[in-house]
Nanobody
Framework: VQLQASGGGLVQAGGSLRLSCAAS????????MAWYRQAPGKQRELVAL???????NYVDSVKGRFIISRDSAKNTVYLQMNSLKPEDTAVYFC????????????????WGQGTQVTVSS
């Protein structure tokens, strides 16, 4: 299984970006997908998560500005980031909890490569 993330870049404060992450491989079921971020000198934090049933969670600092969504048919998760702030600058990582075909009913953790988001003031 591979997670391929895209969509990062440089944007001015107040702008928007959309991140995408597509999962591929021998997937039996995706139980959850999420975006984490890590700023320089800080620990990686969960930004947003979406479960198989569609329920979502957000870190307080992005509530009302970011929206996580998922296209189950494409095994893809999106993060729409609006009203971006300089403090949103970080490397964003895609995460998925996946059951693979050879080991169904056992959820495994997968990570994508990071994508840089830089918000200038």
């Amino acid at each position: 299984v591979q997670l391929q993330a895209s969509g990062g870049g440089l944007v001015q404060a107040g702008g928007s970006l959309r991140l995408s992450c597509a999962a591929s491989g021998s997937i039996f079921r995706i139980n959850a997908m999420a975006w984490y971020r890590q700023a320089p000198g800080k620990q990686r934090e969960l930004v947003a998560l979406i479960r198989n049933g569609g329920s979502t969670n957000y870190v307080d600092s992005v509530k009302g500005r970011f929206i996580i969504s998922r296209d189950s048919a494409k095994n893809t998760v999106y993060l729409q980031m609006n009203s971006l702030k300089p403090e949103d600058t970080a490397v964003y990582f895609c995460y998925a909890a996946i059951e693979i075909v050879s080991r169904p009913y056992q959820s495994l953790d997968y990570w994508g490569q990071g994508t840089q988001v830089t918000v200038s003031s």
